[in-house]
C-alpha cells in the first residue's frame, strides 16, 4: 500500500513537472509534439530574415543551442513541446544585437579622458594608461564589466580586440556570450606581449585553443596600419591564410592616418593594404571613415566587412563614414560601439539610432539610412560584416539561438506605430528584458543569471582607485583647461 | 488616566514622526535649526553656479518652494531641519534639466511618419493629421503622457508650442512641472482656432489667465516666418510688448526656409525678423541651424535665446547648427528634444550626449563643446535661453527648487571619473531616481507621484488606434518604399 501511494506520488510529481514546465504550450490532437529545450511564445517576432518577416504573436522554438522553427505562435507551440517557455507576449522578439567592434575592458577606463582628439587621447592618455594599469586580472575584470553591460543592452555578440585576449574569451565563453575576439598585436611593447615574436606566438596559441568553440571565435587584431608595419601585415595575413583566423583591425578612422599613410607609403590605407595582399574575406575593418569610392569599391571586391561606430567617430572628430555609399556598393557595414572609454558606453540602441541620423544630416537626405536599414546594420547586416551570418544575426531555423526579448510599452515608447520606427528611435537598452544566447538564457526579466553584477561593480570600483593612484600626475580638472579632461597622465 | 494615556500616546506620535521624517538631520547642540519643508541629503551636488562648485556630500535645503542653501551635508543639516528628507547619498543631486523646445501632445504622433525630410515630413503627414486628430482632450492625454515621460527623465521646466495651450496648461500645473508654454499662432485654420483673430484672442486670454502663474508662463508662440506673415508677425511682438509674454518660434530649420524668406523679403531669416522689429530679449528661437555670423550677432546683440535641437535636426536632415559659434559670440544656446514625432522622444541625457558629439564631428574638434559645457546647455544656459536664469538651471539659494537625483552606479556609469563626463557621456534617463519641482517631490524612487502612468498609456494606446483609423489611405509598408515610412496619410 505504502509502496502504491508512493508511486502514484512519484507519477503525480512527473506529470505537475510537464504541465509546469511548458505552462503555454498546447499539443495538436492524436499529434506527437517534438520535444525542444526553449520556446519564446508570443510577441512580435522581427525575424530579420530575407524576407524581412515580422510575426505578430509568433514564437520561436529552440533545441540544442540553434533556433529549430519560427512562425506563429499557435504553429509552434501545435507542433514542439520545450522544457522552458520565455512568455514574450505584447513584447519584441528579435535576433540578439551584433556588437561588431569594441575594446570590452576597456570599460574600467570609462571617461578616463574625454573631449580630445584621437591622437592626443590614445598617445598622451590611453596607451600609457594601459602601460601603467593592465594585467590580466584587469582584463577579467573589465570583460565581465562589459559583458554585463552589453547582456543587459540586448547584445549577444560583440567583435573585440585587446591584450591577454585569452582571458577575454575565457570570461566570455564563461558568461556565455559569443565572441569574435581578436587578440591585438602591434609594433611596441604592450601589457601582455613585449616584442611581436611573443605576440604571434601568444596568438597562435590564443588561435589554436579556441577555434571550433561554440561561443568563442579566435582571432588576431592587427591595431592598425599605421602602428604596424607592412612585414608584420604581411606576416599577419599568412597567419590567417593558415589558420583560416578573422583578421579585425582598425581602418582610415582619421584624416591624420590617411595622410600619414599617403606619405610613407604613397597609397591610401586601403589602396595600401590593398596592395600589400592585406584585403580578404575574413577582414573586418572598424571604422572605415575617410575612404573614397575607389577603396569603397576595394573592400567590396575583396569581402572586407566594415564596422561604424558613429558615436565614437563623433566624440573622437574622426568624421562622418561614407556609409550610405558603403552599402549601396554593397559592402556589409555593421555597428559598434568602440571601446567604453571613447564613447562611453556600450550601448547598440544608440548607435543604431546615431547611425541613421548621423547618416541624415551628413548628406542633407532624410531617407538615406531608414530606421529598419539600421536595425539590420546592428543584426543581420552586421553578422554579415563579421562573417558570420551563417550562424548569427536574424530569427531563422537553422541558425543558432541568439534571441532578445524587448518591452514594447515604456512610456517613452508608447505609442507604436511602426516596429522598426519603434525600435531604432523610440527603444532603449533598459527596455531589454530577456536574453538568450545559444539557446541559454542570460539574462531573465532583467536579472543577470551568468554574472554577478555587483561584485563586478566593486571589483570595477577597486580598480578606479589603482587606476587613479597610477597616474602619477592626477591633478584636478580645475588645475588645466576645464575644456581638455578630468584628469591628466603624466607624459 | 485614559486621557492621561492618551496624551502619552499622542506625544509618543509626534516624537516619532518628528524623528521619521528627519532620519538624517542632526543639530548642532544649543543651537536653534531653522525649519524648512525638504533637505536633499548626500550626494555630489553639482550647483552649475557661476563658480561651477561641485560639492561632495552636499546638500540642499528647500522651503516655500525655493532653494534657501546648498552647502556641505554637515553645514545645512547643523543649520536646518525638515520635514522630508531624500537620500542623494552616492548619487548626483543636480538642476533640474531644461527642455528648451517640444511640441508635448505630440508624443502621440511618435513614430507616425519617419526617415522623411521636414517639408514632406511637415506638409504631407503632420499637418493633416494634425488636422484630423487634435482636439482639447488629444492635447491633454498627449501632455500628459510626454509630462510621465519627461519627469521620469529628470526634466523639470520644458518650453512648449501647441495648440490648447490653455489645456498643456492645466495639465502642467496638475502634473506640478514648470514649463514656458506658447500657444500656437500660424496664418491657416487649425485643430482650436480657425482664424488669425480667433487664434490672437485665445491667446490674449491664455496670457491673461495664466500670468504670474507659479508653475506655467504663458507665451505666444508664432509658428514660423515662413508660416506666418509680416504683418501677424508685427502684430505678435506689440503683443508680447504689452503683455510682456516671452515669444517662441522656430527660426532658419531649414535650408529651404532659408531660400524662401531670402526670395520672399530679399534677406535672410534673422535679418528679416531683425528688419521688421520683431527681435527682442523675450524672444526664444528654436532650431537657428541655417544661421551665419551676423544673425548670430544680431541674436547677440538682441538678446534672443536659441535652443538647440540636435537629434531633430540630424534626424530631419535639417542640418548642424553653429552652436559653437553661437556660444562664442556669447548667445545663449540650451537644448530641446523637439516633438516626439521628430525625434523619436523627450529624453535631455541624449541631447546633451548628441550636442557635445555632433558639435565635434561637424568641426573636427573634438574639445569645441566638452561634457561641462553640453551639461550647462541642459541646465544653466538652457535657463537662460528661455529668460529664466533668475529662477532656474542652477542649485542656488533664492532660485526655485528644481532639483533632480540622479544613481551613478549602474553598471554602464561603473567606474566613475569625472562627473561632466559621467552624466554626458554615460548617464541614461533610467538612471534619473527622484525628482523635485518647485519643492514638490513628483517622482520617488522612480515612483511617478503626480501622474497615473498605467492610465496614461491606456489612454494613449486608445488614441493610437483613432489616429490609425483616422488616416484614411492607411497603408501597410511594403505598398510603399520601405524606406519612406510605415503608414501613409492621404494627400
Not at 520556446?39 to 540553434?66: L, Q
Not at 583591425?249 to 582619421?254: C, D, I, N, P, R
Amino acid at each position: 500500500m505504502k509502496q502504491h501511494l508512493s508511486r502514484f506520488l512519484f507519477a503525480l510529481v512527473l506529470l505537475s513537472q510537464t504541465i509546469l514546465s511548458s505552462p503555454s504550450v498546447s499539443l495538436a490532437k492524436g499529434q506527437r509534439s517534438k520535444r525542444v529545450d526553449l520556446i519564446v511564445s508570443g510577441g512580435t517576432v522581427v525575424t530579420m530574415d530575407k524576407d524581412r518577416r515580422v510575426i505578430e504573436d509568433g514564437a520561436v522554438a529552440v533545441a540544442g543551442g540553434r533556433i529549430v522553427a519560427v512562425g506563429k505562435r499557435s504553429e509552434i507551440e501545435s507542433q514542439y513541446a520545450a522544457r522552458d517557455v520565455v512568455d514574450a507576449r505584447g513584447r519584441a522578439v528579435i535576433p540578439g544585437l551584433v556588437n561588431g567592434h569594441t575594446h570590452v575592458p576597456m570599460t574600467l577606463f570609462r571617461g578616463i579622458a574625454d573631449d580630445l582628439d584621437l591622437n592626443e587621447w590614445l598617445t598622451k592618455y590611453i596607451f600609457p594608461a594601459e602601460a601603467k594599469n593592465v594585467t590580466e586580472d584587469f582584463v577579467r575584470v573589465g570583460t565581465q564589466l562589459g559583458l554585463a553591460e552589453m547582456i543587459r543592452g540586448g547584445t549577444t555578440t560583440y567583435c573585440d580586440m585587446y591584450y591577454f585576449e585569452d582571458a577575454v574569451a575565457d570570461e566570455t565563453e564563461r558568461a556565455g556570450v559569443r565572441g569574435l575576439l581578436g587578440e591585438t598585436v602591434i609594433d611596441f611593447p604592450v601589457p601582455d606581449n613585449k616584442t611581436w615574436a611573443d605576440a604571434m606566438r601568444y596568438t597562435d596559441s590564443f588561435v589554436r585553443k579556441w577555434k571550433g568553440n561554440a561561443l568563442v571565435t579566435p582571432a588576431i587584431a592587427p591595431h592598425a596600419p599605421y602602428t604596424v608595419n607592412e612585414q608584420h601585415l604581411r606576416e599577419v595575413k599568412a597567419f590567417s591564410d593558415r589558420t583560416q583566423a578573422p583578421i579585425v583591425t582598425h581602418v582610415s578612422e582619421t584624416r591624420k592616418e590617411v595622410e600619414d599613410i599617403t606619405r610613407d607609403h604613397g597609397a591610401r590605407p586601403v589602396e595600401y593594404l590593398a596592395r600589400i595582399g592585406f584585403l580578404g574575406p575574413r577582414d573586418v575593418f572598424a571604422h572605415t571613415v575617410q575612404i573614397n569610392d575607389a577603396e569603397i569599391a576595394l573592400l567590396k571586391q575583396n569581402g572586407v566587412g566594415a564596422v561604424h561606430n558613429p558615436q565614437s567617430n563623433m566624440k573622437l572628430a574622426s568624421g562622418v563614414a561614407p556609409v550610405p555609399a558603403m552599402l549601396r556598393a554593397g559592402v556589409a557595414v555593421g555597428l559598434g560601439t568602440d571601446g567604453a572609454a571613447s564613447n562611453n558606453d556600450l550601448d547598440m540602441w544608440e548607435e543604431m539610432d546615431t547611425a541613421a541620423k548621423l547618416a541624415k544630416v551628413a548628406t542633407f537626405d532624410p531617407k538615406v539610412i531608414p530606421a529598419e536599414e539600421a536595425f539590420a546594420m546592428a543584426t543581420i547586416t552586421g553578422a554579415r560584416a563579421l562573417h558570420m551570418d551563417a550562424d548569427i544575426g536574424s530569427l531563422e531555423a537553422g541558425k543558432r539561438a541568439d534571441i532578445v526579448i524587448v518591452d514594447l510599452d515604456s512610456l517613452h515608447q508608447t505609442p507604436r506605430y511602426n516596429i522598426y520606427s519603434h525600435l531604432v528611435y523610440a527603444t532603449k537598452a533598459a527596455d531589454v528584458r530577456t536574453v538568450v544566447i545559444e539557446g541559454r538564457v542570460v539574462m531573465r526579466d532583467r536579472r543577470l543569471l551568468t554574472l554577478d553584477e555587483e561584485q563586478i561593480k566593486q571589483k570595477a570600483r577597486a580598480y578606479r582607485e589603482r587606476v587613479s593612484r597610477s597616474l602619477s600626475a592626477l591633478r584636478p580638472i580645475s588645475d588645466s583647461s576645464i575644456a581638455e579632461c578630468g584628469f591628466r597622465i603624466a607624459d
